[in-house]
């Protein structure tokens, strides 16, 4: 079982809508988790962190986490051309000495 | 949060040869991390690089194949050695940036090398 699972798209969204993304982790003890956004040819960045159960919201975006569920997801609100990209989800695991495992990205397409 | 410089940024390796790539971090850090991003893929971890010690490796991937050094808080460099084609990849040095959050991570730009 992958460490990190995202569905890998393509998602395509038209501009202006909600764009959803998904993530389940399988190590229970990951205290930390993150979105990172990776344009083509450049490396990630920090979107979102997320470290309790809930919803944080950051303009337009909002992370959820249910540690329970072992899910975290990204909502994209008001979707733009310029959020195109790769969506990477990224579990920060105590196994083995605390890194950052990262899944495999979900590309996102915002059409306009 | 903290600046990384990583070079070089792009090379083309023949078969055989070896690359060292370097990765330099304007602020003392104790942890810094290579990883490597094959076309298509998601990063993944190749080890982690102490200050004083030896390189943590992550399985499937070892000391003899990717050699790392760590001389100070600013500094690592990460050596692909007998490099082959399946070693063409985008290499990152990324370092935690705590201003950001407990255990957010800044990438360096990466290192994209084209073995032939």
Not at chain 1, 72 to 85: E, G, K, M, T, Y
Not at chain 2, 83 to 93: H, K, R, V
């Given at each position: 079982q992958k460490e990190v699972e995202q569905n890998s798209g393509p998602l395509s969204v038209p501009?202006?809508?909600?764009?959803?993304?998904?993530?389940?982790?399988?190590?229970?003890?990951?205290?930390?988790?993150?979105?990172?956004?990776?344009?083509?040819?450049?490396?990630?960045?920090?979107i979102m962190s997320i470290y309790s159960n809930g919803d944080k919201e950051d303009g337009r975006f909002t992370a959820q986490l249910n540690k329970a569920s072992q899910?975290?997801?990204?909502?994209?609100?008001?979707?733009?051309?310029?959020?195109?990209?790769?969506?990477?989800?990224?579990v920060n695991t105590p196994t083995g000495g605390f890194k950052t495992i990262f899944g495999a990205g979900t590309r996102l397409f915002v059409k306009a | 949060s903290a600046v990384i410089s990583q070079k070089p940024s792009r090379d083309i390796c023949q078969r055989g040869t070896s690359l060292t790539i370097q990765c330099q971090v304007d602020s003392q850090v104790t942890m810094m991390f290579w990883y490597r991003q094959q076309p298509g893929q998601s990063l993944t971890l190749i080890a982690t690089a102490n200050q004083g010690s030896e390189a943590t490796y992550e399985s499937g991937f070892v000391i003899d194949k990717f050699p790392i050094s760590r001389p100070?808080?600013?500094?690592?460099?990460?050596?692909?050695?007998?490099?082959?084609?399946?070693?063409?990849?985008?290499?990152?040095?990324?370092?935690?940036?705590?201003?950001?959050?407990?255990?957010?991570?800044?990438?360096?730009?990466?290192?994209r090398l084209t073995v032939l």
């Open positions: 501009e202006g809508a909600i764009a959803s993304l998904n993530c389940t982790y399988s190590d229970r003890g990951s205290q930390s988790f993150f979105w990172y956004r990776q344009y083509s040819g450049k490396s990630p960045e920090l899910y975290v997801s990204l909502l994209i609100r008001d979707s733009q051309p310029s959020d195109s990209a790769t969506y990477l989800c990224a | 100070n808080l600013t500094f690592s460099t990460l050596t692909v050695s007998n490099m082959s084609p399946e070693d063409s990849s985008i290499y990152l040095c990324s370092v935690p940036n705590p201003f950001s959050g407990a255990n957010v991570l800044t990438f360096g730009a990466g290192s």
